[in-house]
């Protein structure tokens, strides 16, 4: 071998590796690991998504909805349900549309055990071994507290079959340091998967997940908490499965086979979702799926909810989701138009 | 779309061919051999007559590093558990397996090894067993000194994960699932000539069929230049291309593709050959990066035994 042969072959290993630099450029936009392309959470331009106001027939209804099939009826309750009066209706064959036609059903939700002047707030319902089950967050006054109300914890309140009415036990299963794990409930096969989403920075909310048999709901000790990659009894080694969320609503949409999470940012005005292909995710990045409309809500209002329903004439990759307008101006939902502060339903594409 | 349907479509009635094909060969070739015949040489190298040490395949079975854009290693065997030549033909037992290390993010702290990339670590796995025939004498007579060409059927697993959750690629509509991975029959044709004195050209077509995943078909075509300049170091040049033609009714997945060329020179020595590379690659990545599509241009170093 030559020298002038060496010289050859290392002068061109040498220049191609330095064209080389070894760098990577994409080729399409399918991917952004900052989460925020693609109609991501930064996405403000998503297109405004009026829908129709849910219950239509009910004047004072505020508040985003949660729901729940009970035998050929649907169960619609208003996150406001434990302060308005008649904030919880069965609704036979709810539709995109909202021309549903809802039985009031007055107040359901029984006193806490607990503290008799304690607030039972709904979070979410989910169908146990034996009958619906509600979470809800249980306050108590503390004029030292934003808004005069402290939360104290976590709780259960299985359905009574006869009286229709959500029963709180005689323990809570989290204190309020806890992630509020039943913000979103959710039945895959035996098992229940509780969300709970904790506010981790200005603006922003980590949420983590608990399952438990759908027996066994109202046993806090039969809960497991994931830890980013199995199950464990530990509640302090619960790892956060999405970061920089809301209050997230999760449901299983069949014709997709995936678990899509729907929430609004805190104090947001834009739905965004997640998909995963298993409750506890990894969980794509976010996507903006639509605006709320807050225009008649005034000046500082913001969207809250994102919950899904099960509701007919929702088209093939598509799901139905409320929400409603909230906010801190003072009298602003009492002053104002109610209509603008009543839930309404949206259909939109999922991501 | 229509392709993954067509490709469905015809995968049985493929396979079913090929897989008569090269019974009828191995047939043909044994008949009139007497069993004393045979020259039975265990555990004889690689899994093939024609190396596939140089390609530029990510699924090729060769142990190596990739120092950026992602710091990737891969550990890999490719031997014949058993060579049996007779009557101017060599079958080839083998078994090949690699397991690839990948970090999800490019770039690196201090040193470009695995667990010093950034991002969480991405593996798979993939183990093969085959059965190829080179039909040794007809070669020569066609193809020169050199010359090679063989048939081969594999069948093999892949599998794709991730260590720890904070790897967030979850699928959007449109994407691959799973990585990409799952259990499949690989049926190839490869050649080699040598147009020069000291240079030969290969190449390789083969279909990847899957049983079971998100792809039904993975059809590839690859070839390259071996330069035997001098004793030691041999300049290497090959292509890459294959298309994953999925299932679309599995997250409404859209097709994808890779392709890839890569230069290198082969030190060659007695315990095998080292070849610092450099790769240039578009199109779809490999195990959880299978919905990434990018152009990536790579450096790195590769190791085979054999």
Redesign the interface.
Known sequence: ?RPS?FAV?AAS?GV??LF?????????H??D?S?TA?GGESNADAAVAAGCRALPGVASLTGDLRSIAIGDDTLFLSEHASSIDGAAFLVRAPGADCAWTATPLGDVIDPSPIRADAIVAPMDLVATDTTVALYYTLYVPDSSAAFGIRSIGIGLAPRDAMTGHFVPTNELLWSADRAPYGGSALRVGDLVYVYGCVTSGFLADDCYVARVSASSVASVAAYAYFD??RWTANADAS?A?VQSAGSANVRYDAA???FVMTYVPPLASTIVA????APE?????P?ALASCDLAAAGAGAFCAGAHQHAVAGVPR?SVAVTYAAATFTPGGGSSGPMDAFAPRLVVLP?? | MGYSYFWSAVAPSRSSFVAAALAASLCFASRGARADDAQVTWIPGSSREISRFVSASRDAPVSGLVFGPRVRATAAADFAIVKIRFDGVALRAGFDGLFDLEHADTGYRGLPLPGRGNGPMLWRGMYRVSLALSAERLARAWLGPRGAIEIAMTVGHESDHVTGDTFDDAPRRGDIVAGGGGEFAIYEVALRKPIAPKLDVWGRAQDRAYFRGPIFHAPGIEGGLRWRAWPHLWPTFSLFGEGLLVNPNLNGAKDGWFVAALAGLAVRGAAGELMPFVSTDAGNGKGLLINRRELRVSIGVRYAPF
């Open positions: 071998m042969d072959v290993l191609a590796v080389a630099s070894a760098c990577v450029v994409k080729l399409d399918e991917f690991s989460g693609d980013g990659s790892a499965i997709s086979a995936r997640r998909t995963a292909f995710g990894p969980w794509s990045v996507t990759g999922i991501p």
